[in-house]
């Protein structure tokens, strides 16, 4: 959602409001072959590891600019712009199982299966920007920008109020 417009040409403004939807899925398999050594390497079984996560949610965020032509007959620009941090409200699914697909009787074969959802916060840094550009005729732009964004201060919390440490210690306000 944006919003901009100019002031006599010479200054321009624009407003923006991001909305994120969230959906991340990832899957992994890790299988060992188990060989003993009385089998002369024939392989006895095997055992799978595998895991499911999935991410779910939506965040939003607002920018704000302005671009300033201080010499109207001049095509020299510089612009500044700030962004707020995205604010994520997220939802983590994951699944954790084990098989067992041995050739021996006394093993069991039943699957294990452990899982956990919950609820969480992510905020990423604030940024900020500056900009310099110019044109030469019709044909050529030149542009510098530089970004400042300290992930420093990037902030994970469970929606219960309580937040994790930069050592991943949990902590309730």
């Not at 100019?6 to 899957?27: A, C, E, K, M, W």
């Not at 697909?101 to 294990?112: D, G, H, I």
């Not at 044109?135 to 970004?147: F, K, M, Q």
Request: aromatic share 16%; net charge negative; no cysteine.
């Amino acid at each position: 959602i944006n919003i901009s417009g100019n002031i006599n040409n010479q200054v321009f403004l624009g407003l923006t409001v991001g909305i994120r939807d969230v959906h991340y899925n990832n899957s992994t398999i890790y299988t060992e072959s188990i060989i003993s050594s009385s089998s002369q390497n024939k392989p006895q079984g095997e055992l799978d590891m595998v895991n499911n996560m999935s991410i779910t949610g939506t965040g939003y965020s607002i920018k704000a600019g302005i671009i300033v032509r201080p010499i109207e007959t001049s095509p020299f620009r510089f612009g500044f712009s700030v962004s707020t941090p995205t604010w994520y409200d997220l939802k983590s699914s994951n699944t954790l199982s084990f098989r067992n697909r041995t050739s021996r009787q006394s093993v069991a074969n039943m699957p294990v299966k452990v899982g956990e959802d919950f609820d969480f916060k992510f905020y990423t840094p604030w940024q900020f920007g500056f900009s310099l550009g110019t044109t030469i005729d019709d044909y050529l732009a030149l542009g510098a920008t530089y970004e400042y964004e300290d992930y420093s201060s990037v902030n994970t919390r469970i929606v219960t109020g309580g937040y994790y440490s930069d050592f991943g210690d949990y902590y309730e306000d």
